[in-house]
Nanobody, 113 residues
Framework: QVQLVESGGGLVQAGGSLRLSCAAS????????MGWYRQAPGKQREFVAK???????NYADSVKGRFTVSRDNAKKTVYLQMNSLKPEDTAVYYC???????WGQGTQVTVSS
């Protein structure tokens, strides 16, 4: 069974950067697509980015050019580098392990204007 733990969230001013990490336990990390999603207050959870086992990446239009997803299979960790942050990026960010169907507990990102 896969368990995910996110970290790296916090409070940042608009235009700033944060790097989120998602560390996984279990033995099937390297072969699974990993995704990042976010949920703002009063809104549905939405897709942000994903990276396949071959490191192919895909992004939501709202974050293209600002966010970068990457992975380190040796560390069983996926990252989300977030640059040029905007107040509308404020949300709880979750990582998702596709094969295990597992969500992390989330990490809060707050961007002040």
């Amino acid at each position: 069974q896969v368990q995910l733990v996110e970290s790296g969230g916090g409070l940042v001013q608009a235009g700033g950067s944060l790097r989120l990490s998602c560390a996984a336990s279990g033995t099937i990390f390297s072969i699974s697509t990993m995704g990042w999603y976010r949920q703002a207050p009063g809104k549905q959870r939405e897709f942000v980015a994903k990276i396949t086992s071959f490191s192919n990446v895909n992004y939501a239009d709202s974050v293209k050019g600002r966010f970068t997803v990457s992975r380190d299979n040796a560390k069983k960790t996926v990252y989300l580098q977030m640059n040029s942050l905007k107040p509308e990026d404020t949300a709880v960010y979750y990582c998702f392990h596709e094969i295990g169907g597992t969500w992390g507990q989330g990490t809060q990102v707050t961007v002040s204007s």
